[in-house]
Each structure stands twice: as C-alpha cells, then as structure tokens.
C-alpha cells in the first residue's frame, strides 16, 4: 500500500511537471538567446489562460484552445520585442543593456499583472470541462484525466521545439546566436530577428502552457506569482539557457512539489521547491546541463 | 576637500527641507503622502548600498523589511515591549539574517546572485503563514501612545520617517567617502581587478550587505507603525515592496544616494495621487504606473534621472578642455639604485595546473631575486598568464608550492597574496571604468591607507611616477592604450608591492611607448621593487631583463642570463622551428 501511494504522488507530481517543464522551456529559450530573465513570463502564462478562458465561452475546448494560444502570443511576444526590448541598447555595453532589459521586464510584469487586475478583475475564473473531475484507473493509480491530457500535450509541443531547433536551419540559427551573437552575424545571422523569434516562441509555450494548466487551475490576474518562481527554479536547475535541462527541471519541480506533501504540510508545499532550487544555486550554480564558462 | 564638505551641506539641506515640508503641510493626506516618500527614499538608499554600490542586484531585500516590520510588532504583542526598542532588536535579527543569507549566497555572482535573493522572501512568506501569523494588528495602547509609536499628530511620522532618511542618507553618504565605498566601487566596475589590487571582494560584499540591512528593517518596522497597521506576510514580504525599491532606486538612479531621493520624491506622489483619485475604479492603477515608469526609464534613461542630467552637466564642462601633451618619463631619477641581490624573493617549486583537457603547466620551477627584471617568455600558449594567475592567487596549483618572502602562500586569495606585497598588472588592461584615473589608483593605495585623503595623496604620488598627473581626473575610457598601461602600472604601485607582476605591458605600443615603458620598468626596479615581467616578443626583453625564464608548452624549457638564453638551441627551436634553427648552423654568406 505504501508503494503504491509513493507511486501515486510521484505520478501526481510528474503530471504536474509537465505543464511546469513546457514554460519552463520558453523562459529557458529566451534566456539562452537573449540573455535576459524575462520576469514578465508568468504574466504571458496568465495572459493564455484568459485566452483560453475565452475560447472556452465561444465554445472551443480547451485543449484546441491551448493550441490555438500560440499564432496570437507569437506575434504578441515578437512586437513586444521590437516594440520594447530591442530598443534597450545600453549605450552598446551588452552587459548594461541585458540588466537595463531584464528590468524593463519587471516593469512590464508589474503593468500586465495590475492592467489586467484593472480590466479583468480580481474574480478568479475556471473553466469546466468534463476531463477536470474525470480519472484514469490504471490499478489502484489514479490520474487526472485534464492533467494528463495536459501532460501529453506538453510532452508533444516541448518534442516539436526540440525538433525545430535541432533539425531545422532556422533552429541552427537561433542556436547559434545563443553560442555567439557575433560570430553569428558575421554568418549571415540577422541576430536581432533571431532575438525577436526567441521571445515570441518563448511567450507562446508559455501561453500555450498557461491554456493547458486553466483546464484544471483556477484563472485569476495574480496567478503569475505562483508560477514565475516555479520556472525560475525549473530553468536554473536545468542549467540557465538549457532546453532539455529546463524540460527536465520542470518534471522534477512538480516531483518535489508533490513529495514535499508526504512529509510536510499542504500550506509549506513550496518551502521544498525553494529549498531544492538554493541547495543547487550553491552546490551547482551551473544547473544539472549548464556549462560554466571560465571567468580568469 | 570643498565638494566633501558640499556633501554634507545638501544633505543638511534636504534634512531641514523635509522638516519644513513637514511643518508647513496641513492635510492629513499630505502628510501620509510625506512619510511615503521618507520612508521609500530611505528603503531605496538601502538597496542602493548592496546593489548600487556594490552592483550586487538583490531581487529579495524586502526580506529585512519584512524582518523589520514582523520583529517590532510581535515583540510589542508578545512581551508588550517598545517598538523603539523593539527596532534595535529588529536591526540586531535583520544583521544576523543578512549574515546567513550572504555568507552561502555572495558564492554565486552576477544574475545567479540576484535569482537567489528571490527565494528568501519568499519563503518568510510561507513561513510566517504557517505559523499563523497572517494577520497581526499592533494593539492600541492608549495610555502612552508616544512610547510605542502611535501617534496621532501625523507631524510626528513624518519626523520619524525624516529621521530614518537623514540616518540613511549620512551612513550612505559615510560609506560613499569611505574606503570602504571606494572598494565597493572597484568590485562592482571589475571584481577580478579588485581583488587583485589587495581587496577581499566577499568581505566588502558581506559589508555593504550588513549594511543595507539595517535601514531596511528600520524602514520596515516605521512603515507598519506609521502606515500599515497591521502586518500580513504579502504586505511586507510580497513583490510589490521590492518592486517600489526597485523603481525609486531605478528611476533616481543607483550607485548615488541622491538617485534614491530624486526617485521617491517624483514616483511617491505620483502614484499616491493616481491611488487616491482613481483608485477606487481601477485598483491596481499604482502597479501600472510603476511598471510603465520602470520601462519608460529603461527605455528613455536607463542610468536614472540623477546620472542623465550629470552626464549633460559634465558634457558641458568638458567641452572647454584643451588637449594633454605627451607623456614622457620624468627624467629626476630615485635617490638609490638598488641592484639584483642574491636573495630568493619568491620561489616557485614543481608548479603542475591542467584545465580540461590542457595541462597548462607542468614541473615548473624557478627563482625571483630581489630586485631583479626577470623576463618570463615564450610563444602564446605556453603557459605564462597561467603562471602568473597562480603566482597571484587567481589559480590554484594542481600540484607544487610557491613561496614569498619564505612563506608558503599556495592558495592564498589575490586580495591576501597583494596586501602581502605581489602587485600585478593584466595583459588586457583591467580598468575600474567608472571610476576616474585617480581613483582607480587609490583602490590600490587603499592596501596599505585607511583614510580617503592618505590614499589620495599616495595615488597622486604613484601618478607622478608614473608622469599621468594631468589625466588624475580624465575616465579611463579617454585614455590612450599607453597611458592606461601607466594607470595600471600606478595602480600596481599604489599597493606598494615587493613584486610587481607584469603581464605583457608592452603590448600594442608603439616604438615610442614602448621606449617609454621600458624607462618606467626600470625606474620601477631602481625603485626597490622586484619585477617579473611577461612577454612575447624577445627584442625588448632583452634590453631589459636581467635574467630570462623560457616557457613552452607548459614547460621551463631554459632559465638564465638573455644571452646565454638567446644562443640555446631548444629556445630558438620552439620560437623560430627547426628549420631556422638548421639555416642558423649554416655558414651566413
């Protein structure tokens, strides 16, 4: 019996995980582009919600919706990008101007979160589907039917960015202005385009992610401070910048999450994810995938 | 002197600004609107002290605020005891606070640092909700209202929170005049740099966090008696105290402690209008408008508003300078001549390093003399910065052992090895950029002078000696590769070294700089100081050092007098390759 409630939180967890590795990988995508720690991601998260909320009301399930999240949260995230962050030049130091875009971030956060407390209201929403309340009985397991198909369906888009990034030119260019943005547009590479692509793949993941979690969590404009810190923690456990490394991230802050219940109370469910994500700042700042660069 | 004293004179000046502000005001609401503004210019001034003058971004200082406001409300409900006092125990758990979380946490550098700091507050948050402490009102206590802070002339919450801001503003103020400021600065601008110019980069770190520590959980602790009332885990642990810190420090601009004030006294008020007159509509307008003011600022001035208009004050005042002339060597030469001794300074014995992959150095041994120029030299890649980073403390050895002055100093940190006397320069000039010529020559003086105005007066001499005394005030973004290999050579001597380190100071001169360099080396060594020099190229070696030591491929391939290495056969091999060396045995026509 004791296995098999092991087995069921470590299944709780992964499923979870999921959802948290897919916009982890965005974050971790326009970190390892860009360089810059977009602290408006949960905002974007919260932002796809809506929009799936939204979808639900005109009657498209929720699923599709995640899915139908990405054409729109592209184009936001790459005009928000031209609009916003490419204007940030920092005097031509890229130290400077990455702090000046990471704050410019925050900033943005802070609008999106209280804009939409404005527009919005503060009312948390919820979507109702049939799956929400639904299990799958796999022996004494019993798994959320809205949190698997969730699970799946990140599994599928986290795979697809893999494969544009590895297999196709346009990938390879993005890579490689991650790797070195000089040596990059001496190839060719219009690294500033290759910016905006990052940001606007990365926003609609994480749009795509928040479609996903509204099937089973409850939609409200505060929702991105739960999450934010969550795919930081994914992303630096990872290794900042690594796609897998985030993906991977992701599983394990839904298993601690979920395991962190067995032996503490519901209310210090997150102490254990704070506590695994210091204990890898100081054991292995470079994350589980990272490389560390040589400083001397 | 006079703009120390100008200093301390605005700061006198803001102090009775604010007390007649808050003499003069009437409404209620305004004085609300008053204290605000004391109280996030101090909270600003604060955050300033780690991550403006230290450049260390932290993205959780309202930890201490938290700490700060929770400490002085459950000690006046829990014992009954005074908020006044209940401040110094406050500051006394923000300081032990700051220490256990830097000492792990100034291990991680740059954003790491930053994505640490997120997680304390966090985790207060957590914790003080699972303690049940989601809610604490301060009780009111009417009897004595003046002794636990509650007062009901709102005149004297504006004087409290002016008198946090005047003590921020004064520490803020000593630390920016100190040494301590000074090597604060030098860590931000270039951390490698600093600590090899003699300072200890966590110890300066864990400084300036204790610091800012303090005032913040002071500011905490008036906020929640003069404002808040009651204190939740969200209202003083939550994101929106960090992110009004961010935008007032931001806004004014870091790294001065006027950028805090300027940045509260504009965004305060704006936003408490905003709040007051549409708040009740749209109840997050506050978070708009410091989020919009945030992107505008980065967008439009992302140094601040204070630097913005410094720089176009200093444009102008610098438009009338005319052009430097060229340096020559001083030609007053030092009283005594000191000449190489037999004396072993600094011994290095079977050094071993391999990075991955590459054995860097192996078997490596050699003796320093006093006051001797030995010439390290050899092809790029055979190991000499890597020689040198070990000989500074930049690298461990694998294996081996190096001593100084006898003692054995293998794995000592840069900033011991300098205050020990080995100075060093880098192949590619390390400057403080932001810091003027001068000053980046005083952040070397500081090894061996407590006091601003005794470093000054030992940079100024190290500028002389090394003839850049009219560029003491110039940016070392102005200067020429010539002139900054003089400002770091000054900056090595402001540390008064027995060994001075030189890594390529030669290249990319030209044939007069380098003439100029040459001269100044061996007024160095005349001097009293011993010198260990790298290069590459062999000619201006050879008109200068007294003795040669030959790397190749991590190996000491030959040890000696120039001549005697010149003629070696193994040197000519690795520099100029086999066949050179069989042309060279031919009988020249």
Not at chain 1, 216 to 221: A, Q, S
Not at chain 2, 132 to 137: D, I, L, T, W
Not at chain 2, 328 to 347: D, N, Q, R
Request: charged share 15%; proline share 4%; aromatic share 8%.
């Amino acid at each position: 019996m004791v296995v098999a409630e092991l087995i069921q939180y470590v299944a709780t967890g992964l499923l979870v995980g999921g959802v948290y590795a897919l916009m982890s990988i965005g974050l971790a995508l326009i970190f390892g582009v860009m360089r810059v720690v977009n602290f408006a991601q949960g905002d974007f998260m919260m932002l796809g919600m809506y929009l799936t909320f939204f979808y639900a009301m005109a009657g498209v399930d929720p699923l599709l919706g995640a899915l139908l999240t990405i054409p729109p949260f592209f184009a936001l995230g790459w005009v928000v990008h031209r609009g916003l962050l490419a204007r940030v030049t920092g005097g031509g130091d890229p130290q400077r101007q990455m702090d000046a875009q990471l704050i410019l971030t925050l900033g943005l956060s802070l609008v999106i979160t209280n804009a939409a407390t404005m527009i919005l209201t503060p009312t948390p929403r919820g979507i109702r589907t049939a799956y929400a309340t639904q299990a799958f009985a796999l022996g004494p397991i019993l798994l959320n039917q809205a949190r698997s198909y969730a699970f799946a369906m990140a599994l599928v888009l986290a795979a697809g960015v893999y494969v544009f990034l590895t297999r196709t030119d346009v990938g390879r260019a993005l890579r490689a202005s991650a790797d070195d943005p000089e040596a990059a547009s001496y190839q060719g590479i219009d690294v500033r385009a290759m910016h905006g692509l990052a940001f606007g793949v990365g926003i609609a993941l994480v749009a795509a992610a928040g479609g996903l979690l509204a099937t089973y969590y409850p939609i409200e404009p505060s929702v991105a401070g739960n999450f934010i810190v969550l795919m930081f923690v994914a992303v630096v456990l990872g290794g900042l910048g690594s796609i897998p490394g985030a993906f991977v991230g992701g599983l394990v802050i839904g298993l601690v999450q979920s395991l962190t219940l067995l032996v503490l109370p519901f209310q210090l469910q997150n102490t254990g994810v704070f506590i695994v994500f210091l204990l890898v700042l100081y054991l292995r700042p470079q994350g589980l995938f990272g490389r560390r660069a040589r400083t001397v | 002197m006079a703009s120390r004293a100008r200093g301390w004179l605005a700061i006198a000046a803001i102090v009775a600004a604010g007390l007649v502000l808050a003499l003069l005001l009437q409404e209620r609401y305004h004085h609300r609107v008053l204290t605000l503004v004391f109280l996030w210019a101090a909270m600003g001034l604060a955050w300033n002290i780690i991550s403006g003058y230290a450049g260390q971004i932290s993205f959780g200082h309202q930890v201490f605020f938290g700490i700060g406001a929770y400490v002085t409300v459950l000690l006046v409900v829990k014992t009954g005891l005074t908020p006044w006092l209940g401040m110094l125990v406050a500051i006394a758990v923000a300081v032990l606070a700051a220490i256990l979380i830097g000492v792990p946490t100034f291990r991680l550098a740059g954003i790491y640092f930053g994505l640490a700091t997120l997680a304390y507050p966090l985790i207060f948050r957590i914790v003080m909700d699972w303690l049940g402490y989601q809610e604490v009102a301060i009780p009111m206590i009417r009897d004595r209202p003046g002794w636990f802070m509650q007062f009901s002339e709102p005149r004297a919450f504006d004087l409290l929170a002016l008198g946090v801001l005047a003590a921020t503003l004064v520490l803020s103020r000593a630390i920016e005049t100190s040494r301590l400021g000074y090597r604060l600065r030098a860590v931000k601008e270039n951390e490698q740099a600093a600590e090899a110019m003699g300072v200890d980069a966590f110890r300066a770190k864990m400084a300036a966090y204790v610091l800012s520590a303090a005032p913040a959980a002071v500011v905490g602790a008036v906020y929640i008696h003069a404002i808040l009332f009651i204190v939740t885990p969200d209202a003083v642990f939550g994101l929106l105290v960090i992110s009004q810190t961010l935008v007032v420090s931001l806004v004014g601009g870091i790294g001065t402690l006027w950028g805090p004030l300027i940045g509260a006294a504009v965004m305060v008020p704006v936003s408490e209008v905003l709040d007051s007159t549409l708040g009740d509509r749209l109840p997050g307008i506050q978070g708009v408008v410091y989020g919009a003011a945030l992107m505008l600022i980065m967008l439009y001035a992302p140094e601040g508003l204070y630097w913005r208009v410094h720089e176009v004050l200093r444009a102008r005042g610098a438009r009338g300078a005319g052009a430097t002339e060229p340096i020559v060597a001083p030609a007053t030469a030092p009283a005594v001549v000191s000449t190489p001794s037999g004396t072993v300074l600094l011994e290095v014995r079977d050094v071993w390093k391999a990075f991955i992959g590459l054995q860097a150095l192996s078997e490596v041994s050699f003796d320093v003399r006093e006051h001797e120029i030995l010439g390290v030299i050899g092809p790029n890649g055979a190991g000499k910065t890597t020689l040198f980073n070990i000989l500074n403390g930049f690298l461990i050895p694998d294996r081996g052992s190096v001593r100084f002055r006898g003692a054995e100093v293998t794995g000592l940190r840069p900033s011991a090895l300098c205050r020990r006397g080995v100075g060093r320069t880098f192949q590619v000039v390390r400057t403080f950029p932001r810091l003027s010529v001068l000053e980046n020559v005083m952040v070397g003086a500081f090894v061996g002078e407590r006091t601003v105005s005794r470093a000054r007066t030992v940079a100024l001499g190290a500028l002389a000696q090394v003839g850049l005394t009219q560029r003491a005030d110039a940016l070392p973004g102005g200067l020429t590769t010539l002139e900054l290999r003089l400002m770091e050579l000054a900056r090595c001597l402001a540390t008064a070294p027995q060994l001075a380190l030189l890594d390529e100071p030669l290249a990319g001169l030209s044939t007069d700089g380098v003439d100029v360099m040459i001269g100044m080396i061996r007024r160095v060594r005349d001097g009293g100081v011993t010198v260990v020099i790298i290069e590459h190229t062999m000619q201006a070696l050879l008109r200068l050092a007294d003795r040669l030591v030959v790397l190749d491929q991590g190996r000491r391939l030959a040890e000696g007098a120039p001549g005697d290495v010149t003629r070696n056969p193994a040197v000519i091999e690795a520099y100029l390759g086999k066949r050179w060396l069989a042309r060279m045995a031919a009988p020249t026509c």
